[in-house]
């Protein structure tokens, strides 16, 4: 479902109500709640206004969409960026989960990163998602060579290796599988040109052209799509 938001204050209010009440819910569920968000710059403020929310961040896990394969003290550090803008007053008290913890070794870190995904024992409470001009979301991204992998329905595992042919750094990105396990999937976009991109990918049938459409087509798992001009 597609949200028209008035302003990015708009937006930004109504993802935090919505990912307040997913949390909320899910703690009173399973006791805990386990979050997945994503990096670049778009969700720094929507990032300050979630820590204030009132959310019992000591039950929640907060672990990352993709990761760039970079140092932890990296300027394109998703990890780095979540420390600095919503790890911060109460939600200071959520676990986090990196993705990268040995910068080298791509395949270590993906290991490790599902290893620690299964511990959790319950599926993502909500991942929220960005969206690029070229369709994709997380790191699904068009022609790399492990799409096919990552838009498997039944990919085995929660994060794969991802190597964007257009982008800086390898990548560790969750699944299709893993995304549509969520109990519920948030999509953050704003601009024409993203409006467009997104109204696109909406028409039949999904296509590794625009990853993102095979979350917005799909019928498994509720999605809510926030736009602003």
């Excluded at 403020?45 to 970079?70: S, Y």
């Excluded at 803008?85 to 008290?93: E, N, V």
């Excluded at 319950?122 to 699904?140: E, N, R």
Aim: glycine fraction near 4%; charged fraction near 15%; aromatic fraction near 6%.
């Amino acid at each position: 479902m597609l949200h028209v938001c008035a302003s990015p204050q708009d937006q930004i209010a109504r993802l935090v109500s919505a990912l307040t009440a997913t949390l909320t819910q899910e703690i009173d569920r399973y006791g805990r709640a386990v979050l997945a968000v994503s990096g670049g710059r778009s969700p720094i403020p929507l990032f300050h206004a979630l820590a204030r929310a009132p959310v019992e961040w000591a039950r929640v896990t907060i672990t990352l969409v993709d990761e760039r394969l970079v140092s932890a003290d990296h300027a394109d550090s998703n990890a780095a960026l979540v420390r600095t803008h919503l790890l911060t007053g109460d939600a200071a008290k959520a676990r986090f989960l990196p993705l990268v913890d040995v910068p080298h070794d791509l395949a270590g870190c993906v290991a490790r990163a599902n290893t620690r995904f299964r511990a959790l024992g319950q599926p993502l409470s909500a991942a929220l998602l960005g969206m690029g001009d070229d369709g994709h979301t997380a790191s699904l991204f068009p022609e790399a060579a492990e799409l096919a992998e990552g838009l498997d329905p039944n990919f085995a595992q929660p994060y794969l290796a991802l190597t964007p042919p257009h982008a800086p750094h390898k990548r560790i990105s969750l699944s299709l599988a893993a995304l549509l396990a969520s109990d519920r999937l948030l999509l953050s976009i704003a601009g024409a040109a993203k409006r467009e991109v997104y109204d696109r990918a909406c028409q039949p049938p999904p296509s590794p052209a625009l990853p993102i459409s095979y979350l917005i087509q799909q019928q498994q798992t509720p999605f809510d799509a926030y736009w602003t001009p």
